[in-house]
Every structure is written in structure tokens, then in C-alpha cells.
């Protein structure tokens, strides 16, 4: 069965330091990889997205991931944090093929001090 | 182009009630997939909905229904509320085309508060 698995409930990272969020899925085939992050009171917005190519992939806002297959990793960074970058953080894997059902993992509160 | 659109934003009910909530997808998009959203449980599936059919299902008890329209609108329902169906459900639509990706688009949420 698919899972996601985001190891850190709640991350404290003071503004303008780097930041890296874990993320590790279990997925049968090919993964389509996704990092979503919401705001209070909002829905979720894409960051970025992983389907084939370059492992390393940019996204929204400055951040990045990089896939790791041997790893089962999809680790979110960014090199500088803003304070507008507090928010709750979700990696999400989703079908190649098929019925859609993309799984979701309990997701990162990141917390930016000044 | 409007995003995806969900009402109400805010209800609350009591034990025992019905709740029926409303998606309006991206125009264009023809899959339409809902979650609930709580503190502890984190994002969980519900179904998903494509061309009026319901193509996944989540593991929830059958008090959890849905259905979508030939417009790709969506609705869910819950009967006999609980008080552990409070909640932020969320609707998300997909182009579900040949070039689409896994992508969803996220409505704001409907709070639901049952007392």
C-alpha cells in the first residue's frame, strides 16, 4: 500500500536560515511526488512536483526537492527561510497510472523566529 | 480562470444531522477528489469523483457519501453527524486529462463544527 511518511510534526527555523523538510513514500511503481503547503484558514497550493527527469526539481517561492529512489526520499529545502514561509507543509505521492487517490502525509508545521 | 470554489465555508451542526457540502471545480477540470482535514488524522482521502462515477473510495464509514454532476460539480454528504466528523473538508479538482500530471487544485474548505 502507498504511504507517506513526514518523520517532523513542527519545525523551528530562524529567518534566513536554510531549510529541509523529510519526506520518505512507499509506492509500488513509479511515483508522481508532490510538496503542498497551506496557510492558516487556506487550502493547499503546489510547491513543486516530481513525475520523471531531473531529479532535482524547483518549485514555488525558492524551494526545491530532490528524489532519491534509493532513499524512497522527496526532501523539500530552500536555502534562505522568510517569515511569510510559516505554514503547514504536506509531501504527497500519487498515482502513475489509474484511478487517481493521492496519499498525503500528516504534514510539517514550519515555524519561522525572527 | 476562477479556482475551485467551496460552500459554505463555515457550518456548524449537532449530533444526529445531515450535512450536505458543495464543490465547483476548476472549469474544465472533470475529476473532483475530497478530504477531511483534522488535527490529528492529518489529510485523509475520501473519494474521488470522475465523469459522474466514483472512481476511488476511502476508508470511511458508508455515513460518508458523495456524487458529481454532469457539470463536474460535486457534492458530499454526512448523516448522522458525530462529533469526530468536525472538520476541514476539503474538495480538490484535476484536469484528468492525457497530459495531466497528479496535480490537484485545492477549494478553501468547508469547517464543519458538529456539537
Known amino acids: 500500500a502507498q504511504s507517506v511518511t513526514q518523520p517532523d510534526i513542527h519545525i523551528t527555523v530562524s529567518e534566513g536560515a536554510s531549510l529541509e523538510l523529510r519526506c520518505n513514500y512507499s509506492y509500488g511503481a513509479t511515483p508522481y511526488l508532490f510538496w503542498y503547503v497551506q496557510s492558516p484558514g487556506q487550502g493547499l497550493q503546489l510547491l513543486l512536483k516530481y513525475f520523471s527527469g531531473d531529479t532535482l526539481v524547483q518549485g514555488i517561492k525558492g524551494f526545491e526537492a530532490e528524489f532519491k529512489r534509493s532513499q524512497s526520499s522527496f526532501n523539500l529545502r530552500k536555502p534562505s527561510v522568510h517569515w511569510s514561509d510559516a505554514a503547514e507543509y504536506f509531501c504527497?505521492?500519487?498515482?502513475?497510472?489509474?484511478?487517481?487517490?493521492?496519499?498525503f502525509g500528516a504534514g510539517t508545521r514550519l515555524f519561522v523566529k525572527a | 480562470k476562477a479556482g475551485v470554489t467551496q460552500t459554505p465555508r463555515y457550518l456548524i451542526k449537532t449530533r444526529g444531522q445531515q450535512v450536505t457540502l458543495s464543490c465547483s471545480p476548476i472549469?474544465?477540470?472533470?475529476?473532483v477528489s475530497w478530504y477531511q482535514q483534522t488535527p490529528g488524522q492529518g489529510l485523509q482521502f475520501l473519494f474521488e469523483y470522475f465523469s459522474e462515477t466514483q472512481r476511488n473510495k476511502g476508508n470511511f464509514p458508508g455515513r460518508f457519501s458523495g456524487r458529481q454532476f454532469s457539470n463536474s460539480r460535486s457534492e458530499m454528504n454526512v448523516s448522522t453527524l458525530e462529533l469526530g466528523d468536525s472538520a476541514l473538508y476539503l474538495c480538490?479538482?484535476?484536469?484528468?486529462?492525457?497530459?495531466?500530471?497528479?496535480?490537484?487544485?485545492f477549494g478553501e474548505g468547508s469547517r464543519l463544527t458538529v456539537l
Open positions: 504527497a505521492v500519487g498515482p502513475s497510472t489509474g484511478g487517481f487517490k493521492t496519499i
Open positions: 472549469s474544465g477540470h472533470r475529476s
Open positions: 480538490a479538482s484535476s484536469p484528468r486529462t492525457g497530459s495531466d500530471t497528479g496535480e490537484l487544485f
